[in-house]
Nanobody, 115 residues
Framework: QVQLVESGGGLVQPGGSLRLSCAAS????????MSWYRQAPGKERELVAI???????DYADSVKGRFTISRDNAKNSVYLQMDSLKPEDTAVYYC?????????WGQGTQVTVSS
């Protein structure tokens, strides 16, 4: 069955870095657009970054220049390198796979930016 398993979250000080990973299985990973979303308490889930099957990328304005999304099709994995983290980056981060109308979500990993 389809699985998306996020890892790499945790507690980090402002200005620090984290690298999130999402391991995928159960579908043809290389054909899917992969994205990272986040949801902070009391807020709607928002798109952070997307990398398409052709490897083009887009980012939310709030993370441009600080976050980098990448994928390794040989490992069926997508990554989110997060640098210069801010307290407002605190959220649960979710991995998502999309192919046309088909979409799959991971369970999420908590990122907390605090001193």
């Amino acid at each position: 069955q389809v699985q998306l398993v996020e890892s790499g979250g945790g507690l980090v000080q402002p200005g620090g870095s984290l690298r999130l990973s999402c391991a995928a299985s159960g579908f043809t990973f290389s054909s899917y657009a992969m994205s990272w979303y986040r949801q902070a308490p009391g807020k709607e889930r928002e798109l952070v970054a997307i990398i398409r099957a052709g490897r083009s990328t887009d980012y939310a304005d709030s993370v441009k220049g600080r976050f980098t999304i990448s994928r390794d099709n040989a490992k069926n994995s997508v990554y989110l390198q997060m640098d210069s983290l801010k307290p407002e980056d605190t959220a649960v981060y979710y991995c998502k796979a999309d192919w046309g109308p088909i979409g799959y979500w991971g369970q999420g990993t908590q990122v907390t930016v605090s001193s």
